[in-house]
């Protein structure tokens, strides 16, 4: 029944090789936001539940950028599996025009109207005026990271993952001391707090940029070609647009869905201490899922090199694996985390972030939820981010991943929290029902095999 696992330790090998990377990365990433709840955390239940709603759209412009790369990696894996540099720094010089053009035009927004634009988030006033002050001054700091990222995101696609991790890594260790400095005053500068928080993400960005630049000069295992990355040609713009486009619409839309239930959680009653456990939570639950995203990243990369390179024929066993295993994985992790949460979290890790016994109750119950579907979470990841779109299927895997969300989740989360106010807890399951349906619809489109496309070719 499980015979396609038998693919052996070549297989498996490479798997690790690649995700291990990946998930230190991850790791780092996720760090850098629990690092800063933690210091914000330090300064009150207030200043945190700011920080969690201002960092709502930049949730979303992260997507966004993760939209690029993803769309990019569709093609790079492809073309990378066939040895076509110039084709790959075209897509490149695409990726780096339409991230730079719109983090740039979302930074301005920001920057410039940064009361008005948080006050679309919630109606605490003193939580939305501390947001706006948070968010004027970290604006760009997704311009810099957009543009790295990308960087960052065509080498791993080019099996390179530990460019990343090394970049990162640098990144949140500037921006932890840093925000130490900021947020407390440290070595003579003033504090700050929640604006220090800011300018500390922003100066580890510009930091992650720099030395991306610098990579790039000294490299050369890869070099970006001018005449290509500046100036790419029409057809890789109309094939990039073809194959990227869905993956943008669909990280973008999804970023907006999923940034609608801290939105939801922003206008119930009590949500101060609503926004202030969902941000403990959050990152927690992300340390969990730096491993299942791991495995969706890889998968992509393995399924668009197996189908670059020509092997057509192995591509769905090596989907419905590695599909496998990521559901185990997300198993393992989510039972671990539950148990964590009343070991560990519960009792040591939340009375540092100085919460109320109601905020800590709220938090608890929503890492229990969560972590309850990660396995079902880690199987749809997989499946849509690595297999359907790392095979090319960028339009079912949209459909996919949206449907569910705009149609299900979304309406019964805002109906339950804001009409019939059955209170956070249905709120939660509402979300969640998104991964269940997702599922069976996802599990259909893999079996179909229709998945299967060379996007290298016109």
């Given at each position: ?34 690092l800063d709840t933690f210091m914000v955390g330090m300064l009150g239940e207030t200043p ?224 101060q201490a609503i926004l202030a456990a969902y941000g403990i939570s959050g990152n927690i ?111 079912a895997a949209s459909l996919i991943d949206l449907s569910s969300l705009w149609l299900v ?50």
């Open positions: 029944m499980f015979s396609y696992m038998k693919r052996g330790r070549d297989f498996y090998r490479t798997v690790l090789s690649l995700a291990i990377p990946i998930v230190l990365q991850n790791l780092i990433t996720t760090s850098m936001g629990l945190l539940a700011a920080v969690t709603m201002a960092n709502i759209p930049i949730f979303v412009e992260q997507l966004m950028i993760f939209g690029f790369q993803s769309g990019s990696s569709v093609l790079i894996s492809q073309f990378y599996g066939k040895n076509d540099e110039d084709s790959i720094n075209q897509v490149l010089g695409i990726a780096f025009y339409i991230s730079g053009g719109l983090t740039l035009l979302f930074g301005c927004i920001m920057c410039f109207f940064p009361l008005e634009f948080m006050g679309l988030f919630g109606n605490d006033a003193v939580v939305v005026g501390t947001a706006a002050q948070y968010i004027r001054i970290v604006a760009f700091s997704i311009f810099f990271g957009g543009l790295s990222e990308v960087y960052i995101a065509a080498h791993r696609s080019m099996a390179n993952p530990k460019l990343g991790l090394y970049i990162l890594a640098v990144s949140v260790l500037s921006n932890t001391f840093f925000n130490w400095v900021f947020i407390f005053g440290k070595l003579g500068a003033p504090a700050m707090g929640v604006e220090g928080a800011a300018l500390a993400t922003l100066m580890a960005r510009i930091l992650q940029f720099l030395i991306a630049l610098l990579h790039i000069l000294l490299n050369k295992r890869f070099r970006l070609k001018p005449a290509q990355l500046l100036r790419p040609s029409r057809a890789m713009l109309r094939r990039y647009i073809h194959y990227a486009t869905p993956v943008l619409f669909n990280e973008t839309f999804w970023g907006l869905g999923t940034a609608l239930y801290p939105t939801i959680m922003g206008h119930m009653a009590g949500s639950e992300k340390l969990a899922t730096s491993l299942v995203f791991a495995v969706g990243g890889t998968t992509a990369i393995i399924i668009g090199n197996e189908i670059g390179a020509g092997r057509r024929e192995t591509v769905y066993d090596v989907g419905l694996a590695l599909n496998t295993l990521a559901f185990l994985t997300g198993l393992i992790a989510g039972l671990t985390m539950i148990g964590l949460t009343f070991l560990f979290f519960r009792p040591v890790v939340y009375p540092f972030f100085h919460l109320s016994d109601q905020a800590a109750d709220i938090a608890a119950m929503m890492s229990v939820v969560t972590f309850s579907f990660l396995s079902v979470r880690s199987f749809n990841t997989t499946n849509v981010v690595g297999v359907l779109r790392g095979g090319g299927d960028v339009r989740s979304i309406p019964l989360a805002a109906l339950s929290g804001l009409v019939f106010q059955w209170g956070i807890l249905a709120v939660c399951l509402c979300i969640s029902l998104d991964n269940v349906i997702k599922f069976f619809f996802g599990v259909a489109r893999l079996r179909s095999g229709v998945w299967i496309r060379d996007v290298t070719v016109s």
